[in-house]
T-cell receptor, first 113, second 111 residues
Framework: QKEVEQNSGPLSVPEGAIASLNCTYS??????FFWYRQYSGKSPELIMF????GDKEDGRFTAQLNKASQYVSLLIRDSQPSDSATYLC?????????????FGRGTQLTVWP | NAGVTQTPKFRILKIGQSMTLQCTQD?????MYWYRQDPGMGLKLIYY???????DKGEVPNGYNVSRSTTEDFPLRLELAAPSQTSVYFC??????????FGPGTRLTVL
């Protein structure tokens, strides 16, 4: 079983729609959860992080965490063509060396005008 | 601040050659990391360091070596290049377990 799993996509949504990206993780001891955006040919950049169960909102982005279901998601409201990128879910495990992240394979999102 | 810088941006190696990928950060971060990313895949941790003089293996360390003599620099050494090491290599840094900042990457091809 992989540590962190994401639907590889591609996910395609029209401009203005809500894009929903999902991630599951295998280790119940996981404590920190990150969403990175990676444009083609570029390096990953952090867009959201969440530590506690529930929702966390930042502008058009909402991260949702459900530790009981071992599930974390990212919602992008009012999707824009500039949101077209690969979104990487990353998880930090309790007890592991601080800072170590385990990445999923990423979900490719395309927002068409 | 330049953030995290990596050199070279691109490199083609022949099988069996050696090279060093350079990484420097100017944010005074104590933690530094090397990842590789194969096409369509996520990032795999090669080595990491929690401070000068301290390094440890990640998920895929075979074929690589690192050193950390200063806070700023974290070079990655490939001793005997193999085609399986064709990948994009990212260096990252963080202050403790906070946000990791990534460099622009080095695209390595081994032929």
């Amino acid at each position: 079983q992989k540590e962190v799993e994401q639907n590889s996509g591609p996910l395609s949504v029209p401009e203005g729609a809500i894009a929903s990206l999902n991630c599951t993780y295998s280790d119940r001891g996981s404590q920190s959860f990150f969403w990175y955006r990676q444009y083609s040919g570029k390096s990953p950049e952090l867009i959201m992080f969440i530590y506690s169960n529930g929702d966390k909102e930042d502008g058009r982005f909402t991260a949702q965490l459900n530790k009981a279901s071992q599930y974390v998601s990212l919602l992008i409201r009012d999707s824009q063509p500039s949101d077209s990128a690969t979104y990487l879910c990353a998880v930090s495990r309790r007890g592991s060396t601080l800072g170590r992240l385990y990445f999923g394979r990423g979900t490719q999102l395309t927002v068409w005008p | 601040n330049a953030g995290v810088t990596q050199t070279p941006k691109f490199r083609i190696l022949k099988i069996g050659q050696s090279m060093t990928l350079q990484c420097t950060q100017d944010m005074n971060h104590n933690y530094m990391y090397w990842y590789r990313q194969d096409p369509g895949m996520g990032l795999k941790l090669i080595y990491y360091s929690v401070g000068a003089g301290i390094t440890d293996k990640g998920e895929v360390p075979n074929g690589y070596n690192v050193s950390r003599s200063t806070t700023e620099d974290f070079p990655l050494r490939l001793e005997l290049a193999a085609p399986s090491q064709t990948s994009v290599y990212f260096c990252a840094s963080s202050y403790g377990d906070n946000e990791q900042f990534f460099g622009p990457g080095t695209r390595l091809t081994v032929l």
